[in-house]
């Protein structure tokens, strides 16, 4: 008889995995006493909801702005008469540019509130709300199954998902989010960060290498992980190094990804009924229009079953909805919507899906010599019958590559997630999408380096370049760490603050300098260091005749950590070979 939760010894950990997404959020768990994903439990009953579900929408109504409620309201507990809001993730990455695949109405969207906020609340502190809803059901969940003593024991490591496509200001605010939720406040508790398509990949992949699988995987094998979720879309390349006697995985070479999930189909239908009925329907209020309301949750119905069967000719009732126009072909009480109406709805979003499947294919070819083999299909919007027939039909006609779509595509990211915290799988090599740097000072060299970039350096007086560019993270290259070397004023007796701006660049080769247009600051790595700091060998003095004072220098290292555990970028402090501390980022807000 196996053991039951509430006979783990304290040795053991709770694995938990937290699928937040824009739409719809799961959570699975599983302990260190057990060996495998067969082991890993998908959480499929939630409140306010009586049949099982793999997730819960991702929806939050505050009591204070519903006199009917007295609690806060989340997942299936909202119900269209109470004001609400939902794809809140969307918003975490709204300081990033717009991306060649993102969704060109999503910034429209924003403006015109489908994507709205309440007035006391900024979007990381709604995201921060709804996990916390999240948190507080899942540990009264475990609690019940483990007992609260065994669970109050047990130290809990959490793995919360991240679109790879993000901005590293989307994922620091999402992590920060979680952990203000109380996701690792817990003694012992841990949290740490991982790419969508990384978790669905080791789901998905160990269970296609397991002993009898059906279309078993084999080493070198070409694997793109296509993660289709309500927000983005995540794909990344793997090669299969290893099946026998266990699994190993690389990243073949960089992902790609746009935020152009199935809330772009929805943001086409508010174009469509715009172009439609004007003002009629632009000035709805948003609870009649809106994520949640009963005339969207209609279409999503459609939706989900669009393209099961052939619905040329077909017409859908979508609503109710009031307009106050007369009766039309689109619109009596209901709107109606024709399949071909449908078609132009879903076509752009599989256009965009398509577009980076072929990027991926050309990128193998040039870079690689490699080929795709199978395409992996996962995610919620992974179970439409319209996007897997398209897809079925751009395989075929791109080499008859093996498209795959596994039992229960939408918890694979959570399953992958908790997997990672069992079993410590990863791809052994990750590429990074950006280069990542900071600029310094170095000696100027005559002819090469702009004037309008020189300076005389204050300790010495000797004519240096400001500006330099030292790439510490290259695109393409795989995990690691990078250390550069600073030298800073030091001024004794006071407390140091030391910052350094980070830069990213998305280009294939790194420009040399920071005025480079395509150059961006990710934002400022802030080193403390108290008073009383010993600096041991690290500080420097003289006398400067030009201006007319003792200076001081002190000598530092920042290291960037990139493909650790987790998929956040992180940064240390090192003073005389040690690590003195974690220095923190402030994100460009510009």
Not at 79 to 95: A, E, I, Q
Not at 241 to 248: D, F, K
Not at 360 to 375: F, P, S
Not at 455 to 460: A, T
Request: charged content about 25%.
């Amino acid at each position: 008889m196996a053991a039951s939760l509430s006979d783990i010894s304290t040795q053991h950990k709770l694995i938990v995995g937290i699928d937040y997404g824009t739409t719809f959020s799961g959570v699975s768990y599983v302990t260190t006493d057990k060996s495998g994903s067969d082991d890993i439990k998908i959480i499929t009953s939630w409140p306010g909801e009586q049949a099982s579900s793999s997730k819960t929408p991702t929806r939050i109504a505050y009591a204070r702005e519903n006199p009917l409620i007295h609690d806060n309201r989340w997942g299936f507990q909202v119900h269209s008469k109470l004001v609400s809001y939902s794809w809140t993730k969307l918003l975490l990455d709204n300081n990033a540019k717009v991306g060649e695949h993102d969704d060109p109405t999503l910034s429209q969207m924003a403006g015109s509130g489908i994507l709205q906020l309440p007035s006391f609340r900024e979007a990381t502190g709604v995201c921060e709300d709804f996990l916390h809803e999240v948190y507080t059901y899942v540990s009264k969940k475990l609690c019940e199954e483990m007992t609260a003593a065994t669970f109050r024991i047990t130290p809990m490591e959490c793995w919360i998902t991240l679109p790879a496509i993000w901005s590293d200001e989307a994922k620091d605010a999402t992590l920060a989010a979680a952990k203000k939720a109380g996701f690792g406040n817990r003694a012992g508790d841990e949290v740490f960060t991982i790419a969508e398509p990384e978790a669905a990949a080791i789901a998905t992949l160990k269970s296609f290498a397991a002993p009898g699988a059906l279309n078993p995987i084999k080493p070198k094998e070409n694997i793109l992980i296509c993660d289709c979720g309500g927000g983005t879309i995540d794909i990344t390349t793997y090669v299969i190094t290893q099946v026998l006697p266990y699994l190993t995985f690389d990243e073949l070479h960089i992902g790609a990804g746009g935020k152009c999930g199935s809330t772009y189909i929805d943001r086409n239908l508010h174009s469509l009924l715009s172009e439609w009925f004007g003002s009629s329907f632009d000035e709805l209020p948003f609870s009649q229009k809106g994520p949640g309301s009963k005339f969207m949750t209609s279409f999503e119905t459609y939706k989900k079953s669009f393209g099961l069967s052939d619905d040329r000719g077909d017409t859908r009732e979508i609503g109710p909805i009031r307009l106050d126009l007369p009766d039309s072909e689109h619109f009596d009480e209901d709107e109606r919507l024709f399949s071909e109406d449908m078609q132009t709805l879903f076509d752009p979003v599989i256009a965009d899906i398509t577009s980076l499947l072929s990027e991926q294919i050309e990128e193998a070819k040039a870079k690689k010599n490699a080929t795709i083999d199978r395409v992996i299909l996962v995610g919620g919007f992974a179970e439409s019958p319209y996007l897997y027939n398209a897809l079925e039909d751009w395989c075929w006609q791109n080499g008859d590559i093996v498209l795959v779509r596994p039992a229960n595509p939408q918890a694979a990211v959570a399953r992958g997630a908790a997997l990672r915290g069992l079993e410590g799988l990863a791809p052994r090599i990750k590429h990074a999408r950006r280069h990542y740097g900071t600029f310094t000072a170095e000696p100027f060299r005559n002819n090469i380096d702009p004037e309008d970039l020189s300076f005389l350096w204050y300790m010495d007086n000797a004519k240096y370049c400001s500006g330099r560019m030292k790439w510490l993270i290259s695109k393409a290259i795989q995990g690691a760490f990078r250390t550069i070397s600073l030298v800073r004023e030091y001024f004794p007796g006071k407390e140091q603050i030391y910052e350094d701006k980070l830069y990213s660049c998305s280009l294939v080769e790194a420009p040399e300098y920071e005025n480079h247009t395509r150059v961006e600051m990710v934002g400022v790595i802030k080193t403390r260091l108290p008073a009383d700091f010993d600096f041991g060998a690290g500080i420097y003095s003289s006398f400067n005749s030009r201006l007319g004072k003792h200076v001081h220098q002190f000598s530092y290292q920042t290291q960037v950590v990139f493909g650790s555990k987790g998929s956040n970028l992180t940064f240390k402090t090192v003073v005389n070979g040690t690590v003195i501390s974690t220095a923190d980022i402030v994100f460009d807000q510009s």
